[in-house]
Structures are given as structure tokens and as C-alpha cells.
């Protein structure tokens, strides 16, 4: 059973730069992609960042030259740096796990594992 927990989030002025980090545990050999998602109030929850275990990225087009995914050596941590940071940033933040499949998609459905959040405040 795959468990998640985010840390790093926190209050950034806008221009600002914020590191999120996401630790995995129990069966992360078989991983094959994580991600990080994030969803504002009264908006639905969206995909910002994914990686497979070997490295692939795959970004949303809001977030690209901005933000990088990057990953250990093994499916037991990402780590999201998010750089030049607007307030349309401000979200919480997820990170997800899911087994199978060839293609790291942003589509939140795709993943079956969440963390519980950690909040990114952008003003």
C-alpha cells in the first residue's frame, strides 16, 4: 500500500520561488509514475507535473519553463521547484502514485494513490 506525504508548502510573494517535496513508502518498487497536482478553491483538481522511473517529465503548458519535477534515484521521492511563482499558482498541492501504464499523464484519474496536500499560497 503506497503511502505519500507532501511538506514544503507555505506562503511565497509573487516572483518567488517555493520546493515541494514528496516522500513515498510501501510498495514504491512497483511505481511507475508519481505526480503533482493541485486544485484552487471552487476549481477542479489538475495535473502540473509527472515522472516515470526513468526520469521522463511530462508538465502542463501553465507551469512549463517554471517549474521541475525531479526524482531520487528510486520512486521514494520527487521534489516539485517552482520558480517565478504567480498568485494563479496558489493551490494545494498534491502528490500522487500510480502502478502500470507506458505514459505518465497529467489526467488526476489516472492515479490511484494521494497524499494529503500541502498548501502554496501565492500574493
Known amino acids: 500500500h503506497v503511502q505519500l506525504v507532501e511538506s514544503g508548502g507555505g506562503s511565497v510573494q509573487r516572483g518567488g520561488s517555493r520546493r515541494l517535496t514528496c516522500k513515498a513508502s510501501?510498495?514504491?518498487?512497483?511505481?511507475?509514475?508519481m505526480g503533482w497536482f493541485r486544485q484552487a478553491p471552487g476549481k477542479e483538481r489538475e495535473g502540473v507535473a509527472t515522472?516515470?522511473?526513468?526520469?521522463?517529465?511530462n508538465y502542463a503548458n501553465s507551469v512549463k519553463g517554471r517549474f521541475l519535477v525531479t526524482k531520487a534515484n528510486t520512486m521514494k521521492e520527487i521534489t516539485l521547484e517552482m520558480n517565478n511563482l504567480e498568485p494563479d499558482d496558489t493551490a494545494m498541492y498534491y502528490c500522487?502514485?500510480?502502478?502500470?501504464?507506458?505514459?505518465?499523464?497529467?489526467?488526476?484519474?489516472?492515479?490511484?494513490?494521494w497524499g494529503k496536500g500541502t498548501q502554496v499560497t501565492v500574493s
Open positions: 510501501g510498495g514504491i518498487s512497483s511505481i511507475s509514475c
Open positions: 515522472i516515470d522511473h526513468n526520469g521522463q517529465t
Open positions: 500522487a502514485a500510480r502502478r502500470g501504464g507506458f505514459y505518465c499523464t497529467t489526467v488526476p484519474e489516472a492515479y490511484g494513490y
